[in-house]
């Protein structure tokens, strides 16, 4: 099985402030990788789908990178509705993964 | 665009079955891919299975593999997953996840959640 990892498990950070988060991957997938932001007591969002496409909706702040086992969620300048945590998946195998998490808080 | 509506908070005792439903308005029911996945408290979300009400056929993770049923309705665009023998570690909150693309793989329309607590 495929496994996934995320650094920092938490990050505290401010309004303008440029985050980046890091997945790995226990075996290369290709681009196979998704991003999701969920906030407390609400759904996971899609944010950003196979490696680096924008899903609609979503403020251009928000990129993503990487390919085989290593990859990057960035957003370039963090506005106040960003608080939240980030969860990488990949979906390369049959029965996805998600990572543990990245937690973005407050400075 | 799709929407979908899931059923309320569940409390079971141990070694009970509970069932919690997913109803799509506003979309194409039969041709999206609806997938199952808990999120434990702390933690990423799990897939457990999904199906396409299309090919009704469902596909199931193996660690829940014999543990839980996942069909889907077309006449009322209702999904719905039954977990059998709960135990305490299966208290989570549980989502239906809708793939528009047709797959079981990105999930990118979500239910609201159904919380459900197993405790004696």
């Known amino acids: 099985d495929i496994q996934m990892t995320q650094s920092p498990s938490s990050l505290s950070a401010s309004v303008g402030d440029k985050v980046t988060i890091t997945c790995r991957a226990t075996q290369p997938i290709s681009n196979y990788l998704n991003w999701y932001q969920q906030k407390p007591g609400k759904a996971p969002k899609l944010l950003i789908y196979a490696t680096s496409s924008l899903q609609g909706g979503v403020p251009s702040r928000f990129s993503g990178s990487g390919s085989g086992t290593d990859f990057t969620l960035t957003i370039s300048s963090l506005q106040p509705d960003d608080f939240a945590t980030y969860y990488c998946q990949e979906s390369y195998t049959p029965g996805v993964t998600f990572g543990p998490g990245t937690k973005v808080d407050v400075k | 665009q799709v929407q979908l509506v899931q059923s309320g908070a569940e409390v079971r005792n141990p070694g009970s079955s509970v069932k919690v439903s997913c109803k799509a308005s506003?979309?194409?029911?039969?041709?999206?891919?609806i997938s199952w996945l808990r999120q434990a408290p702390g933690q990423g979300p799990q897939w457990m299975g999904g199906i396409i009400p299309f090919l009704n056929r469902p596909n199931y993770a193996q660690n829940f593999q014999g543990r839980v049923t996942i069909t889907a309705e077309k006449s009322t665009t209702t999904a719905f997953m039954e977990l059998r023998s709960v135990r305490s570690e299966d208290t989570a909150v549980y989502y239906c996840?809708?793939?528009?693309?047709?797959?079981?793989?990105?999930?990118?329309?979500w239910g609201q959640g159904t919380r459900v607590s197993v405790s004696s």
């Open positions: 506003g979309g194409s029911f039969s041709t999206y891919g």
């Open positions: 996840a809708l793939s528009s693309a047709g797959g079981l793989d990105v999930f990118d329309i």
